[in-house]
């Protein structure tokens, strides 16, 4: 599994998580006390459209349960400059 963190903020970060046919899970941990983040798949993604990845909490998809939708690509947008993340990728 690998791991690594980086800094969200106000404007979409495009392909956060890039595309990767060998991925088989993936997880993102919201770090800030009162951020949130949004996630989804594709390039576009807003606070309508994301997933919620709220303060302190994270999300996870997994192959066998989400499908091929967690081996594209990730974008992520925060209603907050700087708001660290981390995130963990699992792959065959």
């Known amino acids: 599994m690998t791991s690594w963190a980086t800094l969200i903020g106000t404007s979409v970060d495009i392909r ?9 899970s993936f997880a993102v941990f919201n ?6 983040v949004y996630i ?29 939708t967690v081996q594209e690509a ?3 947008i925060s209603d907050t400059v700087d708001t660290p993340i981390t995130v963990f990728e699992g792959s065959e």
């Open 16 to 24: 956060t998580i890039q595309a990767d046919p060998n991925r088989t």
């Open 40 to 68: 989804k798949e594709g390039g576009e993604v807003s606070a309508d459209n994301g997933i919620p990845v709220y303060a302190t909490g994270n999300v996870s998809l997994s192959f066998r349960e989400d499908g091929s």
């Open 74 to 76: 990730w974008s992520m």
């Open 31 to 36: 770090k800030h006390a009162t951020a949130i």
